[in-house]
């Protein structure tokens, strides 16, 4: 069977959480990787500014979303008091500047009775709490697990805990994103998105792409002793741990790799991209976690990539999944280093595919149609294996350094004139759907070579990097899969 029908028969019967939001991953901002407690409503609006006048809410980012320890105590009327030093005009303010300028508005809180870093928390205040965010015109709850008073341990448990929650946010009638952060406990692949449009499945990321740390002792989801998901976990950690769960994202609820580490500053520029692009092609939430105020044109260029955020945005809505990973391979200082190969099926028959390499040195990789569509038939089955395709390299239009500073350093006046020299994607305009039927050159990449029916796909990786590639039948003059466009 083709992919595209097989994929469209279970979406139909899908009982995601039913509050018609995240039907792709959401995609936005939050402060905590670069700011923890700092926060304030200047931090908030200047960071929208930034968004928009960046170029980034037109690619898609539209949640502002401010992390823990906003709040001063809760009354004693139940309800849960705003810290009025840092948020002199409450949040329904800047909920309404945030709405004016086309952005969204996410807060925080903890399934305990406190946050993370010691504020009020909303457990068995759900109801007052959903209230409250409704009543400020918020549009994203992130919801996390500190101080839990041992209310988990089996899945029931902390699906009860969670549940509560999106109970008391659909009671106010208000569409708000449940962004549930149970850091992958009590196997809340299984059940999240029946209550949640994404769960996070890892203790916290750190801005680092291989390098072990004892605070993140889990290295496999699967291992019943990972009781303890922790915080400072690699990249590449995060990556393996989803792996046998990256398939359970869908329209409406979607596996979280946890937010953005890009433009931090503890990885290289390759490692940079080897992050966002995994990201964006196991259909995480694509949450920015650098300070914007301090933006530079590198960190940009990978942000605002159309190409590798449309493979994010696909409508189909189906994760990558990984199809090779070999660790007999040299190991960098921290006895670390593995290459993968990840693909997954794309709007209208076209397919992603990543080469990753976790390895301290450059390497030649190769993968091959029958491993690119070993999930549609094994061992050279999949009808797709005896096509020629073309094969289009989604990092070779990444915008150039000097293109970004101007986007930076222009005056707003300019910026109309600047973005549209730099033929910029703009997805409020377009969105990726559309932009997707219309075969846009600039969500496809670079065309570099062609593939014979059962070829070989070969190049240069540089170390702690990846390819990645969009490919496209040649079949049919290019419409070998045009049926099934029409059901999207
Ligand atoms: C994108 O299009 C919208 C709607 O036309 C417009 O308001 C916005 O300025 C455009 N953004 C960019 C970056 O060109
Ligand atoms: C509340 O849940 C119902 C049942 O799933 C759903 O149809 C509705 O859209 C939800 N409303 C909100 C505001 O989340």
Avoid at 2 to 24: D, E, F, K, Q, W
Avoid at 476 to 488: A, C, F, W
Wanted: some cysteine; glycine content about 10%.
């Amino acid at each position: 069977m083709l992919p595209v029908l097989l994929l469209s028969g279970l979406a139909a019967g899908v009982r995601a959480v039913n509050n018609g939001l995240a039907r792709t991953p959401q995609m936005g901002w939050n402060n905590w990787n670069s700011l923890g407690c700092d926060v304030s409503e200047s931090l908030l609006l200047d960071t929208a500014k930034k968004l928009i006048d960046a170029g980034l809410r037109d690619v898609g980012y539209n949640y502002v979303v401010l992390d823990d320890c906003w709040s001063d105590g809760r009354g004693s009327d139940g309800y849960i008091r705003v810290d009025k030093v840092k948020f002199p005009n409450g949040m329904k303010s800047i909920a309404k500047h945030l709405h004016d300028n086309g952005l969204l508005y996410g807060m925080y809180s903890s399934a305990g009775e406190m946050t993370c870093a010691r504020y009020e928390g909303s457990l068995d205040w759900e109801k007052q709490d959903a209230e409250s965010w409704a009543s400020w015109d918020v549009d994203y709850l992130k919801y996390d697990n500190c101080y839990h008073r041992g209310r988990f341990g089996t899945p029931e448990i902390s699906f009860n805990r969670y549940n509560t929650m999106w109970q008391a946010l659909n009671a106010t009638g208000r569409p708000i994103l449940y962004s549930l952060c149970s850091w992958g406990e009590d196997y809340v692949h299984t059940w999240g998105m029946s209550i949640a449009n994404s769960w996070r499945m890892s203790g916290d990321i750190y801005d680092s792409f291989t390098r072990p740390n004892d605070l993140c002792i889990c290295t496999n989801a699967a291992d019943p002793h990972c009781v303890a998901p922790g915080s400072h976990c690699s990249v590449l950690n995060i990556l393996n741990k989803v792996a046998p769960y990256a398939d359970r994202g869908q329209p409406g609820g979607w596996n979280d790799l946890d937010m953005l580490e890009v433009g931090h500053g503890g990885m290289t520029d390759d490692e940079y991209v080897a992050h966002f692009s995994l990201w964006a092609a196991v259909k995480s939430p694509l949450l920015i976690g650098a300070d914007l105020r301090h933006l530079d044109a590198k960190t940009l260029t990978i942000l605002n990539n159309p190409a590798v955020i449309a493979v994010n945005q696909d409508p189909l809505g189906r994760s990558v999944t990984r199809v090779r990973r070999d660790t007999d391979v040299p190991k960098d200082k921290y006895g670390v280093g593995e290459t993968q190969v990840w693909s997954g099926p794309l709007y209208g028959g076209d397919e992603v595919v990543i080469l990753l390499n976790a390895v301290g040195e450059d390497l030649e990789m190769s993968t091959d149609l029958n491993e690119i569509f070993f999930s549609d038939g094994p061992e050279g089955s999949a009808p797709q294996t005896k096509e020629k395709w073309a094969v289009y390299d989604l990092w070779a239009n990444r915008m150039d350094d000097g293109t970004a500073q101007r986007i930076l350093d222009a005056p707003v006046t300019e910026l109309e004139s600047v973005f549209s020299k730099a033929n910029v994607y703009n997805s409020t305009l377009t969105p990726y759907v559309e932009g997707l039927k219309a075969g846009d050159e600039r969500l496809m990449g670079k065309k570099v070579g062609e593939l014979a029916p059962g070829g070989e796909l070969k190049a240069t990786v540089p170390k702690h990097s990846v390819k990645m590639y969009r490919l496209k039948s040649l079949e049919n003059g290019g419409k070998r899969y045009s049926i099934h466009r029409d059901e999207l």
